[in-house]
């Protein structure tokens, strides 16, 4: 390969990357480094100081912080996403372009990996004459709607529109109009903004894509992007299996006494319950799904981040319970802070995985063979949802509306009802194909960079 070639040379070009900070952008920027330098490229990590590595993790990259100054959208706990990735982007691009041009005064850049959202450091890259890629840590698909958003803004489509929900958007199927990324209770013209923005600066600066998917799930998607943008498009994942990432990186501390718990259940019996690291709902929603859990009969492993429950403070371990679910949780259940979620989605007495559908977990679930219960959120998790229902068929929506019996409806045909096991066997389907993904586009890449 031309990083091995280079090495034998004696010289070993170098790549900058700049990952978004927050725990779902983070962890396959680093895992896309390890494989990087692995392939014998030098790796030079630039980091916010919001959420920034440990280095002594990843001992054969370099970190430098960019000494950023964050406004309080971003440092503040609740805050608006679309507000907080808008203050990212315009409190670090000083200093991250100081930071680029400080080491290209030293070093020898093939060129910079950027995560897809940091628009403003994609853009700075390029103008300092350094090649950037950009890092996509959501789908093909999602990244193909993001692509389209000026037609679709053009055809009425966006701002999403109450009477236009169930409508199929043309070019993107099986995308409805209510699957497009959206925000509830963000300004909705901010998110437009935003994502015009993201897709112009793509466009305009980015010398190629990098994507954290697989040929098998979305080939079609990927072409299109290719197409469209006329540049490279290098599907690199899964990520986490190629880099062989180890068991968990993660910005929480795991519990990982729910391994122990799990270890007495059989197998395919266990509903495990996470709606990621950044996602939070209302405390009647909360509510509702302890009560829809409590009335399945299903185990369950339920992870409940502090924080995570709108109007309960992070210093609260865990907001109360509806009468009657406290006794179920101890005869049934087990609920934690944060739990290893890879080794949980791969231990045997996991039947099905109720998820916000961020894309690491849906490409996690997919790995392992698990099926889904599509909770999402906010962002990409609603078209990734979408393909996990309607396109893949491993996975059932729990409904827009979270009300307590048909949570439990929805838990028990996937767990136990025909459909379910329609759905696992299409899952480990999947798993197969995840398994058999190559390298090959890694190594593309690899030489692609080395052209540069």
Known sequence: MAGQEQHRHGHRRRVVLFPLPFQGHLIPMLQLAALLRARGLEVTVLHANLNFPDPARHPDLAFVPIHETLPDEVTSPGNDIVRQLLALNA???????????????????????????????????????????????????????????????????????????????????????????????????????????????????????????????????????????????????PLHLLAQAPVEQSLYVLDRGCLDWLDAHPPRSVLYVSLGSVACVDRNVFEEMACGLASSGVPFLWVVRPGSVRGVGEEVPLPPLPDGVNEEVRNRGKIVKWAPQREVLAHNAIGAFWTHCGWNSTLESVCEGVPMLAQPCFADQMVNARYVTHEWGVGLEVGEVIERERVAKAVTKLMVGEDGAQMRERAQHLQMQASAATSLSMDSLVQYISSL
Not at 100 to 120: E, I, K, N, P, T
Not at 148 to 173: C, H, N, S, T, W
Request: some cysteine; overall charge negative.
């Open 91 to 237: 409190a670090c691009e000083a200093p991250f372009r100081e930071g680029l041009a400080s080491l290209l005064r030293g070093q020898d850049v093939a060129c910079a990996v950027v995560d897809g959202q940091c628009y403003a450091a994609l853009v700075a890259a390029s103008q300092l004459g350094v090649p950037a890629l950009a890092l996509r840590t959501d789908s093909a698909a999602t990244f193909r709607s993001m692509l389209a958003y000026p037609r679709l803004r053009d055809a009425g489509f966006v701002p999403i529109k109450e009477e236009r929900l169930d409508e199929l958007v043309p070019k993107l199927e099986p995308l409805r109009v209510r699957d497009l990324i959206r925000v509830d209770g963000s300004d909705t013209d901010a998110l437009c903004s935003f994502i015009t923005t993201v897709a112009d600066a793509i466009r305009a600066s980015a010398s190629g894509v990098v994507i954290n998917t697989f040929e098998a799930i979305e080939a079609a998607e990927l072409a299109k992007i290719q197409h469209e943008l006329s540049r490279p498009a290098f599907a690199v994942g």
